[in-house]
């Protein structure tokens, strides 16, 4: 019974692909994040969505645009894939509240070439 | 800007050894306090929390201290085994307005334990 779940977890594509990263989490949570971790394990929140609308979005190229259809799942969808974005994107969530728990998702690992 | 810092690794110890990793912060206000974990090809874990000034968070063996005199939260086990090699991330959450959830994460600290 994973919490938080992504799919896929490895992706190799080429330059100027577009691709799409889902999430779904099953804990009940409001809120949900993308975070991304380079090639030197750096880790930087890119957005967030409380009860589906669009809480942060950290400066992030507009290739990048996140969906959320409802509360319990948060896509990513990247066009025109470029080299700079070969990162581990991790899906996460938790209950919007000041010291809350964030559960995060495995991570889909993206390989662009 | 609010933010994290941490020691750098490698890390290397021996099976039992103590460990201590070092992390400060800057931020506004009174922050939640974490760390966590990634395993090798893994995602990450919550190893512990502390979310206000001297509270203990504790795990696994592993415990921190909410420090506000000295914007600390150093990590620390009395006796590592093979099993803790991984990266620990130290983080903070501000617990205000929208940027509740946005952890600010330390660059990880990279543990080997030696048998």
């Known amino acids: 019974d994973t919490a938080v779940s992504q799919t896929p977890k490895y992706l190799v594509t080429q330059m100027g692909n577009d691709k799409s990263i889902k999430c779904e989490q099953n804990?009940?949570?409001?809120?949900m994040y993308w975070y991304k971790q380079d090639s030197k394990k750096f880790l930087k929140i890119m957005f967030s969505?409380?009860?589906?609308?669009l809480i942060i979005n950290e400066t992030v190229p507009n290739r990048f645009s996140p969906k959320s259809p409802d509360k319990a799942h948060l896509n990513l969808h990247i066009n025109s894939l470029e080299l700079g974005d070969s990162a581990v994107y991790f899906c996460?969530?938790?209950?919007w509240g000041a010291g809350n728990t964030i559960y995060f998702g495995e991570g889909s690992w993206l390989t662009v070439v | 800007g609010d933010s994290v810092t941490q020691m750098e690794g490698p890390v290397t110890l021996s099976e039992e050894a103590f460990l201590t990793i070092n992390c400060t912060y800057t931020a506004t206000g009174y922050p939640s306090l974490f760390w966590y974990v990634q395993y090798p090809g893994e995602g990450l874990q919550l190893l512990l929390k502390a979310t206000k000034a001297d509270d203990k968070g504790s795990n696994k063996g592993f415990e921190a201290t909410y420090r506000k005199e000295t914007t600390s939260f150093h990590l620390e086990k009395g006796s590592v085994q093979v099993s803790d090699s991984a990266v620990y991330f130290c983080a903070l959450s501000l617990n205000y307005g929208g940027s509740q959830g946005n952890l600010i994460f330390g660059k990880g600290t990279k543990l080997s334990v030696k048998p």
């Open positions: 804990l009940g949570h409001d809120t």
């Open positions: 969505y409380n009860n589906k609308e």
């Open positions: 996460a969530s938790s209950q």
